[in-house]
């Protein structure tokens, strides 16, 4: 059975950061492209990050040196590391393993970032 659980989300301040986690399990991890999507209130989800089986990165413009996604295939886990938040980064965050026609999903974790 196929999980994939994110953790880590919470209420921040602006400017300040946060870790998110997403453990893996049921697939072969190391193979498969990990990424973290987002999705703020009336608004469709969007790609924020992601990072293939061979450690190559993206991170959309958006997050573009605030962010960083890196993985653990020893832990079976991908993260995404927050700095600099700002109330525009107030989403639910979703991890996603994705290898040709396979797609697999977390059930989100929420980030709140308010003064």
């Known amino acids: 059975q196929v999980q994939l659980v994110e953790s880590g989300g919470g209420l921040v301040q602006p400017g300040g950061s946060l870790r998110l986690s997403c453990a893996a399990s049921g697939f072969i991890f190391g193979i498969y492209t990990m990424g973290w999507y987002r999705q703020a209130p009336e608004k469709q989800r969007e790609l924020v990050a992601y990072i293939t089986s061979d450690g190559s990165l993206m991170h959309a413009d958006s997050v573009k040196g605030r962010f960083t996604i890196s993985r653990d295939n020893a832990k079976n886990t991908v993260y995404l590391q927050m700095n600099l938040l700002k109330p525009e980064d107030t989403a639910v965050y979703y991890c996603?393993?994705?290898?040709?026609?396979?797609?697999?999903w977390g059930q989100g974790t929420q980030v709140t970032v308010s003064s």
């Open positions: 996603n393993a994705n290898r040709a026609l396979r797609t697999y």
